[in-house]
């Protein structure tokens, strides 16, 4: 039996909802049946037992690989690395998967949609690690790129093995996926707590009724989101909900964090990357900040009243942050700051910057840096940065619009120098590395809202364009590409959920968050490529809002870590070469 979805009055706050405990609702019932495969849901673990045997040979010999390259070590076998670290990304995947049937089953909750998208998803993964891993268009890891030779692939020939890859992810598996979500509902996303359920129906309905509706006039406009917008947001706790409870936040942890991110970038990118600002901002200061800092920053952050931007990048530095040179140098009670910074997210209109600096000009690479709490007056768009020794220009962008990017100048810009996070100089980009764990989890949280919105435009057209007689969503190409969008979004989803939970118990997750953003980004691309195809000619008009799908989820692969510098984290991580 399904556990009930408990439903909280139209108009009710966030905290309304969180008191609401005695709520009406019937079970629902869910059959099993249609197409299968041998084993069911008890096939899975002996399956997934297969590759990790597959693993374990592919890491201990690029683990030999590397040692005996010494210097060179990674550098000389990173496409195998790069291969590695996907290999062991869809394992985890297959691992999140079937935790999450396993719980379902168990909780008498799963039903055949769910079912079917655990086989898809072993079948479809399984199929790769044995034939090939794309890990971009045009780029495949072959399992001899990985030092794998047929006797490897040996746990591969299990009959449970090879009846899930000859059967899991067939036509006919995607093709009921697809008659399954045509009907209601995407799966079961296997949330543990109430309250996480409350507060996806609250952000669910709030992206439906006041994002969708706007977020391509945005887009075309590459307007601004609206103050108004951002004020409901904040009244619903989307700035402060990982913030502790003393500084004005919800403390809800990353799982929440995660499930109100996908859900507003289901609406729209811009709004759903408006809590990975203000995450950064509270999470350095929460992990480094001073009493002080902690106290004047916290609070105006939860509520929505500081709206905080990152500026970390450089125009010749990219990933490489030990090389950049924005100096600031110790003058009386401020620092001057001089230098220049690149892609910096709502820096006009936002009134803080953690703004990463070099205060050590003799001590070379990342030693050398300090993180600087910058506040800075709001711009308008008439006078974008009207702080003295601060100019900037917008970088006009494809997509990924309604906070606007910009290159920004400082020549000697002033902060004081109280705002030094943690009051000591040198400690910066250790700092901005225990953010880099949350900011990808939520990557991925934006990636899954992006392909779970291309997942429901491209359902509803093909669900009313009628070609040759009929509706396109009953030709095997559409349905299986609609079954198989909604089974990899799934896992995806579980991924994120599993790094989000390891970062909330307070364990090292940088493999973990690098795996569910890596994938993601992938299945972000993926769907939304599949959606505009689904579309035909309409997709790529303008007025259809799929076309900017398209070049929203483009991005994602790129920043807050590109998808070659993931493969490179997660690979250091499965060798245990760690930064």
Known sequence: MKRPRIKAPRGATFMQWMVIT?????????ESGGVGTAGGIGGLRPALGAAEAVLAVAQARLSEAVKRSGEAGMEAHQYAA?????????????????????????????????????QAVFGEYLG????????????????????????DLAPLDAPEVRALMS???????????????????FGDWGLSDVTHDLVR???????DERIAPEANAWHRDNALIPNEVLDEMAAL?????????????????????????????????????????????AELIRNSGTDDQKARFLPPIAAGEIIPTASFTEPNTGSDLGALTTRA????????????????????????????????ADEPGWRGLSMLLAVKPRGTAADPFPAPGM??????????????????????????????????????????????????????????????????????????????????????????????????IMASRQLAFFAARQKDQGRRCDREAGMAKLLAARVAWSAADAAVQIHGGNGYALEFPVSRLLVDARILNIFEGAAEIQAHVIARALIDVRN
């Open 391 to 488: 100019s900037g220009s917008e970088i006009e962008v494809l997509g990924y619009r309604g906070m606007r990017e910009y290159e920004v100048s400082f020549d000697g810009f002033a902060v004081e120098a109280r705002n030094l996070l943690g009051g000591r100089e040198g400690d910066g980009f250790k700092q901005l590395m225990q953010t880099f764990e949350t900011a990808r989890i939520q990557t991925a949280a934006r990636a899954n809202g992006v392909a779970q919105n291309a997942l429901e435009l491209a359902l509803a057209y093909a669900r009313d364009r009628k070609q040759f007689g009929r509706a396109i969503a009953e030709f095997d190409r559409i349905a299986g590409r609609i079954g198989w969008m909604a089974a990899e």
């Open 82 to 118: 790069h291969g590695l670290a996907w290999m062991a990304t869809l394992i985890e995947a297959l691992r999140q998967t079937a935790a999450w049937a396993e719980t379902l089953a168990a909780d008498g909750r799963s039903g055949e949609l769910e079912e079917l998208i655990a």
């Open 22 to 30: 005695n709520m009406a609702s019937s079970p629902d019932s869910a």
């Open 237 to 281: 706790g989307v700035f402060g909900l990982t913030i502790p409870e003393e500084f004005g936040g919800l403390d809800m942890g990353r799982g929440a964090l995660c499930i109100v991110t996908e859900e507003l970038a289901r609406g729209y990118l811009g709004v759903g990357s408006l809590p990975t600002r203000t995450e950064i901002a």
């Open 167 to 185: 059967d899991g992810s067939s036509i006919a598996v995607r093709r009921r996926i697809a008659e399954l979500v045509r009907e209601g509902g």
């Open 128 to 151: 790769q690690i044995a034939g090939g891993i794309p890990v971009s268009q045009g780029e495949i890891v072959r399992p001899a790129d990985l030092g794998l030779s047929p006797q």
């Open 201 to 207: 129906e609250q952000f669910h309905r709030f992206s």
């Open 329 to 360: 140098v110790r003058d009386g009670e401020s620092y001057r700051v001089t230098g220049q910074k690149t892609w910096v997210t709502h820096g006009a209109r936002s009134d803080l910057m953690t703004l990463l600096v070099r205060t050590d």
